[in-house]
Each structure stands twice: as C-alpha cells, then as structure tokens.
C-alpha cells in the first residue's frame, strides 16, 4: 500500500510539475512581447550561464560571469515590477520552491511537501484521518493520576509510563517485534486509542502498511464478505499491521460473522503479520462474547501481550474540572 501511494503521488508531482512549465512558458511569452528587452537580457543571462557552466568544467574561476549573471537578473526584476508584474513573475510559479514542484530537493532527499502529502495519503488509506496530532511527541502522560490503585500499588500515571515506552519501542523496532501482538485492556477513556494512533502514525511514517479499523466497521465488512464475497478479507490478511479499536462495542454478532472474524485473527497469528487491539472486555468477557478459540488467539502468551490501562475516564475528570472552574 505505501508502494502504491508513493507511485501514484510521484505520478501526481510530476503532473504538476509539466503544468507549472507550461505556465512558466506562458508567463514569459506574456512578458516578452510587452517588453522586448526583458527578452533580450534573459537571452544574455542564459548565454552567460553556458559560459559560466564551461567555465567551470573546465576549472576555470567564473566569479565575473556570476556577477555579471547577479546584475542582469536585479535589473529584470527591475523592468517586471516598473511594468506592474511582481519581481519573481518568471520564477514564482512552483507550489513548492524549495523543490520546484519536484518532491526531491537538490541534496536528493525528498521534499518536505512531498513527504507531508504522502503521510497524509497513508492515514486516509489507513482509515486514520484525523489522527495526525496524535504521536508519541503529545502524549501527556502528566493527565493520569499519581494516586496509587490501593490493590496494585500502582498509580495510572506510573503504569502509562510503562505503557507508552513498550509502545514506542515497538512502533520503532517494528515488524522485529517478539510478541507481534498487543491487546490494550482497560475501560473507556484511558488513552487506549490515543496510544494506538501514536503507534499507526510511526509505523506509516517508517514506510509500513497500516489499516486501523473500529470494530463495528470491522463487523460490517465481515458480514459483506460473509454474505456478499468480495476481496476485502485478502487486505485484512496482507496488510502489514492490522489495528482494531473498541472490540467489544460492536452490535450483537452472529456465528457466521464471528466465526469470519476468527478466520481473520487466525490467518494473521498464522503469518505472523501483526495484530493490535483494543477493548474494555475482560478475558473471561472475550471469551463468553467471541468464544473461547478467538480468545485463546488474543491472549497467547507466545505471540501476544497484554497492557492493562488503569485509573478513570479521562474525560469525565477534564469535564468534572471544566465544571470545578466553571462554578468557582
């Protein structure tokens, strides 16, 4: 998949780039039959610039031609703006200048805009739009609670600490991950899709496929595949990571299409390919609601590992505190 974006971007910027020539060449045309000797100095330029390239090929100093070259495109962007263009009028015609409207800078390194709009391709065709703000660099783990779980001893701020670094230490040694599965435990609101979307965006940004899906769309696409056939189970089976947010609040399933999802989670633990998931289900709950051979898949301890996320919903608390200002 992202072979398949960087193609057809690559194809899209290389469009551009013809339309942003032929522009340049109209602007010219333009500029020229109103002022001829605009047309005369840029044939001097030009032929200035020959010299100087012989020059040096031939490893001779060249810093008169350069000087001479400097001079004559002060002076016709002197003549464009005494004649109401603006002084880059010939040269200001790239969405991006850095690049030319090419993608690749001169170094040969790809272009910041390049890179951006393939990132942007890659979380659409991840199902991820809308995520884009949510990496590792803004995760504040500073929101969990210091108070420790009488039970456990443990605060959720101190377990999100352990959480979040697992997390990008699999996100950036990904695919070479021992335990190629993840299942996030834990009630509504407590940073379980957050995390998620910081482990999709790193993975997409280090070049691998992602498909990040809810598991109410999940079920739907089942069921057509179940009923209906299709190709969309071969994508769920290829794609290199494979993210399913909020198993357990899909509506009511039927054997044909748990019986699909297992399919789907059995070919991947199979291939190895990786499988990230996230619920507010017990063990003993994914194995009543999905039965015991999806969750005996979800919960091997030779492939899979299980981050437990503690503490309460952080919106309500950032809704209690809005109310906690609002009333003071």
């Not at 400097?70 to 005494?82: D, H, S, T, V």
């Not at 991950?177 to 993840?182: E, G, Q, R």
């Amino acid at each position: 998949m992202a072979d398949s974006a960087l193609r057809i971007l690559e194809s899209e910027y290389a469009q551009k780039r013809i339309r942003a020539e032929l522009e340049k060449d109209r602007r010219r045309e333009e500029v020229f039959a109103r002022i001829p000797e605009l047309q005369a100095l840029d044939m001097r330029k030009r032929r200035l610039i020959v010299s100087r390239f012989r020059a040096k090929r031939a490893g001779e100093e060249a810093e008169d031609i350069s000087s001479q070259v400097q001079a004559i495109e002060a002076r016709m962007r002197e003549m464009l703006k005494g004649n109401g263009y603006s002084a880059d009028y010939l040269e200001n015609v790239y969405e991006c200048p850095q690049c030319g409207d090419t993608g690749v800078l001169p170094q040969g390194k790809r272009c910041l805009c390049f890179t951006k709009r393939l990132l942007e391709r890659l979380y659409r065709s991840a199902s991820l739009e809308g995520a884009q703000e949510q990496t590792f660099e803004r995760f504040d783990d500073g929101i969990f609670s210091r108070e420790r779980d009488p039970q456990t001893g443990v605060s959720p701020y101190e377990a999100m600490q352990n959480i979040k670094k697992y997390c990008l230490r699999y996100a950036e040694t990904f695919p070479r991950n021992k335990k190629p599965n993840i299942l996030f435990s834990g009630q509504t609101g407590t940073g379980k899709t957050f995390l998620l979307n910081c482990m999709a965006g790193r993975i997409l940004e280090r070049g691998y496929s992602v498909l990040s899906i809810t598991a109410s769309r999940l079920i739907e696409v089942l069921r057509k595949a179940a009923f209906e056939g299709g190709g969309a189970l071969e994508r769920l089976y290829e794609i290199d990571l494979l993210i399913i947010d909020e198993l357990g609040m899909e509506p009511m399933l039927n054997d044909v299409v748990v019986e699909y999802l297992f399919m789907v989670i059995n070919e991947r633990c199979r291939s190895g390919k990786a499988l990230l998931i996230s619920t507010n289900l017990t063990p003993d709950q994914l194995a009543q609601r999905y039965t015991e051979r999806i969750a005996s898949r979800l919960l091997d301890t030779q492939n899979s590992r299980c981050l437990r996320f503690i503490g309460d919903d952080l919106r309500l608390r950032k809704r209690e505190n809005f109310v906690k200002k609002d009333l003071r």
